[in-house]
């Protein structure tokens, strides 16, 4: 009865919040908040043309200060006190502002005192900057920040902040845990779902200013008239945005679409059908980005069918699009059908010889780790390995190996902590960042790419905290280097709550949360150890599937004697890959990071630890551990019943019960199976797996969703 | 620039109204209708045991009245003034209220005057009786009709009231074009979507009683036992607003998951397979309803495969769910792989010489023509052709061929047409509402079946016109006697506006719609002409596909001289299969309806009409009708900008938009191909097709859903 009538007061007439407004809320701050704005914030004044874009930023910010502040902000024509000024070029010379620093998308948020009159502005040289400055001005008042005195300038490490949607025309979304696609193929172009501009909006509100709407394992019917149309239509909306439209290239398109005999790169005919392609496509979209190649991997078509090289191939449709001021964005996520080398070392082989050969407007886009976005990896061997050609970073922000939509995972940490890494390829500090962003070799185009984690679901990333790896992703992808633990603490501002009691709880399950995941999935360096094909739950056993770089056991190398996986000298020699200073601390055993041991070394099972357990009693000890951890989550989101809404406080609890439920499968099954190959009892005080391990083998799930 | 603001108005803070609230939004009503209800609806009294059911429908009546009213309207402990009282059982007898002729669903709503005091009593036999009751008395309210002397009693007229979800196990849903499939299975039991709880309610409010969770082409995993601990979660959700969940069950479940060697419905072990698989689910769902069963049909496994009658093969199962009182029901639409004989002959042929054959509980689901949900069809032949088995009826409630979610039809005319038609079996006044509630023939069992339009779309059915045919749908299993304008009129007020003018114009395009479709795409008794697989578009000229029933072709027989269905005794004598007074009807083509001259007369081109227009030039009229009609619609619902919330208003008018674009390419794809084939042009002053016929056929819809 309490349950049921519970859901029935969430479901009912009370129109619970449901989460989707994202970080855009808007709503009424306490009393004692908005005072301190009240005075400086009155009127919206431009300074600057009034094209779409600025109508945008505008319109934004009224609506978003009249709701924060409960009275109306308008768009007025000259700055009466308390005015907040949108200032592009010339005018800025008003105010002697900079702006030469600034670039294309950077903004200035500058206080100015004219005698007791305040004035606040807002500046930049391009209506986009503008945008990203109101909507930087709008997280200031979310978050309750003094603007008495601001003097901000604010620009974007990296010039290309793309998402990557692997969506299908059918609507189905390849590791999509959000519903469906977003992107309604079958309306469009007649029909126009708000919804994409509201997508814009929070695309636009993080920085975000491209989007790549097409799965990397690409369907060419996209590149049909019909679908062109399609895409316009979308690219119209998002236009006012500052967001670019991009699509995904099927290499083998001009034979399927084309009508031609081959996709040979060098062949004239395949050539000149790109470049038709590429006007027919401009025509219609003149700022479209380009194309997100996906080549020679898992089956899709690719150069090497006409034994040629991925830079042939790239560079193929570079040209296509080079005279519109298009990219090409190719990615390293490369191996072979019938390679026997090491997975981890197959897209450096194939990439480094290629250095130097791709066009200047071909970024080779990386996945921040050589295997597959695992919940821990380290930082891909190419960072570093291709210094005359732009690398891309290409994070996964869907949780398809991070426990779907039920997990709570904040995976800011994860991606900071591959950025922060030191390829030491020019000396301490050649980050992973700077190869990114070009600086560390001086390249002149960058790019992060973010692979979506969105859908139909109405809060759009299928739970509530996934909404946040979408905002962390760009606010990183505009500075690589800001904090983790600041973008959480914004986001739980602008999304749940200003109670800083409330907001000190959530921000600490947040920051605990990657490392929790990583400890009842793949503790001390393992991965790759889930469900064969929708990727759901632990695995470890499985070991025949056709190719042996699908099977977990490759990967984890488990037997009677020890675990993980030989990349020294001894072994695949991975570590060979990495810079000399980098690969000598993985490589050995005393000096690898605790956290890749496993993926560096097979270790015996009673080799000790700095913790002076054992290797198994370690691992045990570290399973164990992220599932307390996320017990202990239940009880602290608990004592927020009633400080956050109730709709949003349900599916988090629900979600939290579900994700105990399969931390601790995860913790049982892993710990079942390689107790069934060292034999090996758990250390005193550590629970028993609660079933068999026949039993945790027989397991399906044929709803499983994104695969 | 003007669009855009205003997509950008629709999507953003404003938290515009998306339909997810249906006709249960509870929004308070104008002063002016409020204040005749305030000294009557002050508080509510319950009378009766206070059952989940109980708790439910006070809650219901609390927060619906509460809303409407603008003020608190309590449940209490004892009836002061205003007082409204639930009542059940034996309480009726102080009031004394006569309760025999309710059953277990009908309900009493009666005003009692107790001096100057007013007592509003909602009295029934059983919890969910009551439940109906509370919601009848909310529309009312909602309505603004008078209820200061109530003296109602409604029983419903069918026993099964039941939605048939077409929803696959992946959550893609057959013929569905809102979204995906609300069940989500991955994440049952553990997580109970608040969805499932507004799906209750509104479907509880329209009397709906029992949901069939699952595909007619069905997945034999839902009976496998996680899922039915998934199905299980889902009926404790349903239970309390007494719905009951039924299950599709495929017939060759007992080899796909029972590891028997057949599926014979004579061999024991199936039998006691599908004994113990019952008993199984009466375990963790003691209310289960039972089966729905399409067999032998479209490559679906059944009794054939045995040489086993459909009576062996629902009789198996029948007995299998008896002795848990669960019924099957068995669907009529038959047709065979390789049977030559007209399809609309061989339900009835297949299904007649079973008459009397069946178990008590079985229902013969039929669909209510012998083709299939066509805008138009003639009643099923099988309606009064088996007089000892309970037909049920089967509508279609997604518009598989009423133009997806887009068009604007309104179905409770189409349906009220079948439900009223007369079969003359047992002399006139035999309707097949007679035979469907089986009062015309004595049947205990009766049952009404709706092929869901419900998906996970935000306004649940893909548009907000579509939400009427899910309420319509309701109110005519309840009572198959109710005015088609009267329940769309009370719909409009509940959903979208209680502005007699605006209700008004929008009831007129209800009323209008199901027609207009009928002219744009097959008028005068054409059917079956839509675009192959995905059912979308026109696609008359069809001809090559494996089996010639697939063919539009095959159902139009147009040809130089002229177009039709001979189904008369000089062509297939489907007439034959309608009782003497039908058939001859039928058979005369002076007599025949005009609206089905064609779907049994093959009719020269030439032929004179009623309107002394020439059948080539009626048509050409009536296609260009249908058109026009739409196109009328959008200056209709243009005038209600305004009157309408923002967010609704603009989601209808686009889809109008696309309607008449849609509606004009039916009329010109359509007409271009007959002109094709009877080299005629078209009568002065008709527009001529848009494009060649050549386009029309070279057009593609890879997205098109529902397929």
């Not at 990896?377 to 190996?401: S, V």
Request: proline share 5%; net charge negative; aromatic share 12%.
């Amino acid at each position: 009865m309490a349950v049921f009538l519970l859901l029935n007061f969430v479901g009912m007439g009370a129109r619970a919040e449901d989460g989707y407004w994202l970080w855009l809320r808007y709503d009424e701050l306490p009393q004692e908040m908005r005072s301190q704005y009240r005075g400086q914030l009155r009127q919206i004044v431009l300074e600057t043309e009034e094209t779409p874009t600025v109508s945008v930023a505008a319109r934004e910010l009224s609506d978003g200060l009249s709701g924060l502040l409960g009275r109306n902000v308008p768009v007025s024509d000259e700055g009466a006190r308390g005015a907040i000024l949108l200032v592009t070029g010339e005018a800025a010379s008003l105010y002697d502002l900079d702006l030469s620093d600034l670039g294309e998308d950077g903004y200035l948020l500058r206080t100015l005192t004219d005698g007791r009159r305040k004035l606040t502005v807002i500046a930049a040289n391009e209506d986009d900057g503008l945008l990203y400055g109101v909507f930087h001005l709008l997280r200031l008042v979310q978050t309750g920040e003094d603007i008495s005195d601001l003097n901000i300038t604010s620009v974007p490490r990296i010039d290309i902040r793309v998402l990557n949607h692997w969506d299908n025309l059918d609507r189905t979304v390849e590791r999509g845990y959000a519903g469906q696609s977003i992107w309604d193929w079958h309306k469009l172009p007649d029909y126009i779902d708000p919804r994409y501009t509201d997508y814009a909006r929070a695309n636009a509100s993080i920085g975000i200013n491209g989007t790549v709407l097409t799965n990397v394992n690409a369907n060419a019917t996209v590149l049909t008239p019909p679908y062109i149309e399609k895409v316009a239509a979308v690219a119209d909306t998002m236009r006012p945005y500052g967001i670019q439209v991009y699509l995904t290239a099927r290499f083998s398109a001009p034979i399927e679409i084309g009508g031609l005999e081959t996709a040979d790169p060098a062949d004239p005919a395949v050539q000149a059908w790109w470049a038709g392609k590429a006007d027919e496509i401009y025509r219609k979209i003149p700022d479209f980005g380009g194309f997100l190649v996906k080549a020679d991997s898992e089956g899709q078509p690719g150069p090497h069918t006409y034994h040629r090289t991925h830079a042939e191939g790239a560079n193929m449709l570079a040209d296509a699009v080079a005279p519109h001021g298009g990219v090409v964005m190719w990615r390293a996520f490369v191996y072979s059908e019938n390679n026997p080398v090491d997975r981890h070392m197959q897209a450096y082989d194939q990439f480094v010889p290629l250095d130097g050969k791709f066009r200047s407007n071909v970024i080779i886009q990386t996945k921040n780790g050589a295997i597959d976005f695992q919940p821990r990896e380290p930082f891909h061997p190419l960072f570093g390995a291709m210094p005359e050609t732009p690398l891309g970073m290409e994070f996964q922000i869907t949780k398809e190996y991070l426990g779907f939509a039920t997990h709570l995972a904040y995976l800011a940490p994860m991606w900071s902590e591959v950025l922060r890494a030191d390829t030491f390829v020019k000396g301490e500090g050649s980050t992973v960042a700077k190869i990114i962003d070009g600086s560390l070799e001086g390249h002149e185009i960058s790019a992060m790419a973010g692979v979506s984690n969105i859908g139909s679901d109405r809060n759009w990333t299928g739970s509530q905290f996934d909404q946040a790896n979408w905002y962390a992703f760009g606010r990183l992808a505009w500075d690589p280097a800001a904090e983790p633990a600041e973008i959480a603490e914004d986001w739980v501002r602008m999304t749940f709550t200003g109670d800083d009691g409330a907001v000190g709880t959530i921000l600490g399950m947040m920051m605990e949360s990657r490392e929790a995941v990583v400890n009842y999935m793949t503790p001390l360096g393992l991965g790759h150890l889930m469900g064969t094909g929708h990727h759901y739950g632990p695995a470890p056993w499985v070991s025949e599937l056709g190719r042996p770089e699908w099977n977990p056991v490759y990967y984890h190398k488990a037997d009677e004697d020890g675990i993980g996986f030989d990349r020294t000298k001894s072994g695949s020699n991975a570590v060979a890959q990495y810079s000399d200073a980098v690969a000598a601390e993985f490589a050995d055993l005393e000096a690898v990071p605790e956290e890749y041991l496993l993926w560096f070394h097979h270790v015996s099972w009673d080799y000790e630890m700095p913790s002076g357990r054992t290797l198994w009693e370690e691992l045990v000890h570290r399973y164990t551990e992220g599932v307390r951890t996320v017990s202990g989550w239940r009880g602290e989101w608990a004592s927020l019943e009633g400080r956050i809404d109730e709709g949003r406080y349900r599916q988090v609890a629900d979600f939290l019960r579900v994700q105990e439920k399969e931390a601790r499968w995860w913790r049982d099954a892993c710990l079942a199976y390689f107790m069934s190959l060292n034999g090996l009892d758990l250390p005193a005080g550590y629970a028993p797996p609660a079933r068999t391990l026949d039993e945790y083998k027989a397991m399906v799930f044929p709803s499983a969703p994104g695969n």
